[in-house]
């Protein structure tokens, strides 16, 4: 059983910033990676941030220069810092993390974490 849990989500005026948390638990071997997503009504989910267990990261285009993505290997946990917010990045953000368990790698989705930006 693989628990991934996300918190700090909220409401912010734009140009301001918010620090979402992302922390993986259970039965696992390792991380491979932890990946951010966000999705608004309508709207396919798409990718915002990831981070590989050796700390390769990826971004998407629109949150370039703006959001950092960071990890705690020791807490299995994955941050992303979000300056500079706009009233598009209003979402619900999940995390997503790719685990390996014996010799498979599964991928486990958190529960969302709301994130508004009022203009």
């Known amino acids: 059983q693989v628990q991934v849990v996300e918190s700090g989500g909220g409401l912010v005026q734009a140009g301001g910033s918010l620090r979402l948390s992302c922390a993986a638990s259970?039965?696992?071997?390792?991380?491979?990676?932890m990946d951010w997503y966000r999705q608004t009504p309508g709207k396919q989910r798409e990718l915002v941030a990831g981070?590989?267990?050796?700390?390769?990261?990826k971004y998407g285009d629109y949150v370039k220069g703006r959001f950092t993505i960071s990890r705690d290997n020791a807490k299995n946990t994955v941050y992303l810092q979000m300056n500079s917010l706009k009233a598009e990045d209003t979402a619900v953000y999940y995390c997503?993390?790719?685990?390996?368990?014996?010799?498979?790698?599964?991928?486990?989705w958190g529960q969302g974490t709301q994130v508004t930006v009022s203009s």
């Open positions: 981070i590989t267990s050796g700390g390769t990261t």
């Open positions: 997503n993390a790719n685990v390996k368990i014996v010799s498979y790698n599964y991928s486990y």
């Open positions: 259970g039965s696992f071997v390792s991380i491979n990676a």
